[in-house]
Structures are given as structure tokens and as C-alpha cells.
């Protein structure tokens, strides 16, 4: 079993950037395909960012290219999600994930996962 606990969210003015992190728990970290999704509020949530097991590879929303990036330190049981040139529609409740049977690809086309942290508020002012 994997808790994971989030951390790093708050208020940035638009074109601000934002560093959110997903402290893991457990010694099988690097077994674990890792994500970002977020719920705006009235909204269904969605995938934002993926990364591999190795971090080799990653998968982004398109609307969030170019301008997030996610990262992971298996010796630190942690990922981030380096979020910039933040708008208000990035404003939403981001949650970290885990699941070690799935791809990214697949973390990305079906929004199902294992584990699921708390989640972390950001909010983007105009």
C-alpha cells in the first residue's frame, strides 16, 4: 500500500509559478507510474502530467504543455509537478497518484488509479 501526501499548493498571480510535491510512502516507490490530475470546482477532474517508473517518460494534458513539468526521485519516494507561467484555469484541487500496473498512456486515458493523495488548493488570480 502507498500513502501519498501532497504539499506546495497556494495563491499565485497569474504568469507565477508554483512547485507542488508528492511525498510517497513505501520502499516499492520506483514500481509505482506516478500522476497529477486536478478538480476545478464544478468540474470533473483530469489528468494533468504522468511520469514512467524510471521517469523516462512522461505524458502532459495539452493545454498544460510547455509550461508544466514532472519529475521524480525514487531515492526520495517523491514527485513534483513544476507548474509555470500559471492561469486562472489552472486553479483546481491538484492530486497526486500511484499505480504500479499502469502506464503512463494509460493513466492518462482512463483517470484510474490505485492511490490517491489528499490533494493540495491552487489558486490563480487574474
Known amino acids: 500500500q502507498v500513502q501519498l501526501v501532497e504539499s506546495g499548493g497556494g495563491l499565485v498571480q497569474s504568469g507565477g509559478s508554483l512547485r507542488l510535491s508528492c511525498a510517497a510512502s513505501?520502499?516499492?516507490?520506483?514500481?509505482?507510474?506516478m500522476g497529477w490530475f486536478r478538480q476545478a470546482p464544478g468540474k470533473e477532474r483530469e489528468f494533468v502530467a504522468a511520469?514512467?517508473?524510471?521517469?523516462?517518460?512522461?505524458d502532459y494534458t495539452d493545454s498544460v504543455k510547455g509550461r508544466f513539468t514532472i519529475s521524480r526521485d525514487n531515492a526520495k519516494n517523491t514527485v513534483w509537478l513544476e507548474m509555470n507561467s500559471l492561469k486562472p484555469e489552472d486553479t483546481a484541487v491538484y492530486y497526486c497518484?500511484?499505480?504500479?500496473?499502469?502506464?503512463?498512456?494509460?493513466?492518462?486515458?482512463?483517470?484510474?488509479?490505485?492511490?490517491w493523495g489528499q490533494g493540495t488548493q491552487v489558486t490563480v488570480s487574474s
Open positions: 497518484s500511484a499505480d504500479r500496473r499502469i502506464s503512463t498512456t494509460t493513466m492518462r486515458a482512463s483517470g484510474l488509479c490505485d492511490y
Open positions: 513505501g520502499r516499492t516507490f520506483s514500481a509505482y507510474t
Open positions: 511520469i514512467s517508473r524510471s521517469g523516462g517518460s512522461t
